[in-house]
């Protein structure tokens, strides 16, 4: 069975240098490049290798061996002529999956045209998900399945707690999943749950649902 992927992070900034420690701790090879020796120092104990590197020159990136990476990922700021660079560089030495950095959709734009397969906007995406569990202010976390669903994190509203699952109805009265609840102290992972499991105030429950169909459970006390 083939291992995580090996993933070469190049840049890193604040978002670089989290992505990296990140992929490490789940268990990736990862690669940190960047020009800055004291980034690159800072980063070494957290992955598996980093090194000191002018990642816009192309002879660099093949002594570092880029070529046998599956994944890179492309971090370098604001800096739009130095992705797009890169992309073409990284579509040349034939990368399986390039993933970039970008500010705004017009980057976004331009680096897929050059080849990037993936793009992230960590500012877009953490300001829509503050937003989401503003709105949903009994939530913990959720995630985006396309077309307004979402599944969502979150504790019970008060009017449910002492229920049973089986007579809430969610599904029948909102046309909301309840998929798994997770028990506080719970080790394992969450469970979907039986009819007769009445809900606990301390109880996270697993919610799927298009976002009109979670606002009417949003309104419950």
């Not at 990140?22 to 120092?41: C, F, I, P, S, W």
């Not at 397969?117 to 937003?131: G, N």
């Not at 569990?133 to 979402?150: K, N, Q, S, W």
């Not at 019970?156 to 102290?185: C, D, F």
Request: hydrophobic share 45%; with cysteine; proline share 5%.
């Amino acid at each position: 069975m083939k291992g995580p992927d090996r993933v070469a992070v190049l840049g890193l900034g604040d978002f670089g240098y989290h992505l990296a420690c990140e992929l490490q701790q789940l268990g990736h090879e990862v690669l940190a490049v960047d020009r800055n020796r004291d980034k690159v120092q800072h980063i070494l104990p957290n992955v598996t290798k980093a090194a000191v590197a002018d990642v816009s020159d192309r002879p660099a990136l093949e002594e570092l061996g880029i070529s046998s990476f599956d994944i890179v990922a492309v971090s370098v700021g604001e800096r739009l002529e130095t992705a797009v660079l890169l992309v073409h560089h990284l579509r040349q030495l034939q990368t399986p999956r390039i993933l970039v950095k970008v500010a705004n959709e017009e980057q976004a734009a331009i680096v897929k045209l050059v080849g990037a397969t993936e793009v992230i906007h960590p500012e877009q995406s953490t300001a829509r998900k503050a937003a989401l569990l503003i709105h949903h202010p009994r939530a913990v976390d959720y995630l985006e399945l396309g077309g307004g669903h979402l599944v969502i994190a979150g504790h019970a509203p008060r009017s449910a707690v002492g229920k049973t699952v089986g007579a809430l109805a969610w599904q029948e009265r909102y046309g909301v999943a309840l998929l798994a609840i997770w028990e506080a102290g719970q080790e394992g992972p969450p469970v979907p749950p039986a009819p007769g499991r009445v809900i606990a105030e301390t109880d996270v429950l697993i919610l799927a649902g298009h976002i009109d169909r979670l606002r009417e459970l949003r309104k419950m006390k």
